[in-house]
């Protein structure tokens, strides 16, 4: 069996070990004599493993108690209209700031449902940069502020979180979830899609301050009511049962790791050697201001898109999948999530510098 080293942006790859786990289980689970895709999600069984997959990620996050975490489905993109529908409601507005495609879907499903402001976007140098927001550009009667942390597509992150006031701050997510140390108390809510860095895809993650919840609109379905699934703890109807107890599996290889902390130090180690790289060649750079590059995502550029397409097909020749980048991006994204070990991104380098002295 030969794994390739896969770059994936989502769904993407899983720790070797949490795949071998699942598969030494999937016929028994534990003695129960059935796979957990097989089980009723009302047995004891299965309780078991939702409740350890809950205190596994608040005790990895440092959760304070008086934040609901919720296990849904609809990918982040249900989020972008569950988000207004629940908490755009005291005074029916609320303030988005566009770095990338997914905030701008986020923004757009809000104006749908009140008035959503674009604060800032930094779509004039496709999304390349975070821009610089203060205090004083948000609206301090709004009813929250959104953000998207890690732009997938683009290969940004706010680095600082910014000052909001009183507001609460929402961010998606998705694509940095567990990748380092995050100040939940600092958030309204969290939210992410589990296929970057947690899970395979089916489950979304939702952090919320309770004090938030209960006001949702009345038109809101009582599928899209934070308060139904918070009241059934996430199991008002049958939940992505398969997908949560991989997700399981993944946090207790985090903890084993060492939790947040490590895995940041392991995760800036990889973006470190990728943009050194970038950074001292002739032939590769980095398309993202230096201050505002995620960890997570790393989009670059030979600036020939030929030459671009010539690297592609190498690469995954040898073994390195899924690098071309978005098609609203061109080049090449080597997405470097939680799984990807150290030496995939060493040997990828080793293959860039080979590929620049061949095609020089
Ligand atoms: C992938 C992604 C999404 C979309 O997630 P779905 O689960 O496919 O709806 C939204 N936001 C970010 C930041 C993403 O990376």
Not at 14 to 27: C, F, G, I, R
Not at 135 to 156: L, Q, R, S, W
Not at 344 to 359: D, I, R, Y
């Amino acid at each position: 069996m030969a794994r390739v080293y896969n770059f994936s942006a989502g769904p993407s790859m899983l720790p070797l070990e949490v795949l071998e786990t699942a598969a030494n289980e999937m016929l028994d689970y534990g003695g129960s004599g059935q796979s957990v895709m097989e089980m009723s999600h009302r047995s004891k069984e299965y309780d078991a493993i939702i409740k350890e997959a809950e205190a596994d990620l608040r005790e990895i996050m440092n959760i304070p108690d008086n934040y609901e975490v919720l296990f849904l489905q609809g990918g982040a993109s249900t989020q972008f209209a569950m988000v207004p529908l629940n908490l755009m409601t005291k005074n029916g507005k609320a303030d988005y700031v566009i770095t990338g495609q997914w905030a701008n879907k986020a923004y757009k499903e809000a104006a749908r449902y009140g008035k959503a402001r674009a604060v800032a976007s930094s779509a004039d140098k496709t999304y390349s940069y975070i821009p610089k927001v203060e205090k004083a550009d948000f609206d301090p009667e709004a009813d929250y502020v959104h953000i998207c942390m890690n732009n997938t597509i683009y290969g940004t992150k706010w680095n600082n979180i910014p000052d909001t006031g009183d507001v609460p701050l929402i961010a998606d997510i998705s694509s940095c979830i567990l990748s380092e140390p995050i100040d939940v108390s600092k958030f309204g809510m969290l939210y992410a899609g589990a296929q970057k860095n947690l899970a395979p895809a089916g489950v979304t993650i939702v952090i919320v301050r309770k004090d938030l919840l209960g006001n949702a609109m009345d038109i809101t379905p009582t599928m899209l009511n934070y308060v139904t699934h918070a009241e059934n703890e996430s199991m008002f109807n049958t939940p992505p049962c398969y997908t949560i107890y991989v997700a399981g599996l993944v946090l207790k290889w985090i903890k084993k790791l060492g939790g947040l902390e490590k895995m940041a130090e392991i995760n800036r180690k990889k973006a470190a050697i990728l943009y050194d790289f970038l950074d001292n060649s002739k032939m590769f750079k980095g398309t993202v201001v230096a201050e505002d590059r995620s960890l997570m995502n790393v989009p670059f550029i030979t600036g020939n898109d030929e030459l671009d397409a010539k690297f592609v097909k190498e690469a995954k020749a040898a073994g390195f999948v899924n690098l071309k980048g978005h098609r609203s991006v061109g080049g090449m994204r080597a997405s470097i999530y939680n799984a990807m070990p150290v030496e995939g991104v060493e040997k990828l380098v080793e293959f860039m510098a080979n590929f620049e002295k061949e095609n020089a």
